[in-house]
């Protein structure tokens, strides 16, 4: 999780990332200004989101000796939600400063998904470039742009309908009544 607005899109990924049984550990990385986001929109640390599961471990964004800085860790894949634009153009120009871009890189060069869930409005040629450096580089690129085909009955099922679908892109699909029946 970014400095980025959309601290509650990153929680609602992680509970169904958490839900899967396939799933045995989720290392969970924010950054300073993603703990105040998740601070001041969802009124949580980082203590309370470990303390979701077991399966869930805390790393220092800072500590890019950590096992998933390397591409010898096994791995299914990273998500990063919410994204901040500065992320963004970190991880497209390889600029690893902390664990995040780190472990971003790796994904990459490793062929891992990385799904990117940038927050950010309105988008200067500079984000749209970046976007397209990393779609080209591998990366799968999810906006946080909800969709509202399932009608919605609040924003807990707004956030949830994304997170189904971020996690789609990882192969841990759900059947799930909000999909697209068409």
């Known amino acids: 999780m970014c400095g980025a607005s959309g601290a509650a899109f990153g929680v609602a990924i992680l509970k169904k990332l958490i839900q ?3 799933i045995s550990q989720i290392a969970l990385m924010i950054s300073a200004t993603g703990k105040r986001c998740l601070h001041d929109e969802v009124d949580l640390g980082p ?3 470990v303390a979701l599961s077991p399966k869930v471990s805390l790393r220092s964004d800072q500590n890019v000796g950590a096992d998933i800085a390397s591409g010898s860790y096994r791995q ?3 998500i990063i939600a919410p994204c901040s634009a500065g992320a963004l153009g970190r991880i497209a120009w390889g ?4 664990l995040i871009s780190r472990a971003a890189d790796v994904c990459l060069k490793e062929r891992k998904p990385l799904v990117i869930c940038l927050r950010e409005t309105p988008l200067n040629r500079v984000h749209l ?3 397209l450096r990393l ?3 591998g990366a799968i690129l999810m906006p946080l ?3 509202f085909y399932s009608k919605p009955k609040d924003f807990e099922d707004l956030f949830d309908t994304f997170a189904l679908r971020v996690l789609d892109q990882l192969g841990y699909s759900d059947h799930d009544p909000r999909r697209w029946q068409g």
């Open 95 to 98: 600029v690893s400063n902390n």
């Open 76 to 78: 299914d894949g990273m």
């Open 20 to 22: 899967k049984d396939s």
């Open 129 to 131: 470039e970046n976007m």
């Open 145 to 147: 742009m909800p969709g």
């Open 47 to 49: 203590e309370d989101l």
């Open 135 to 137: 779609h080209d580089a």
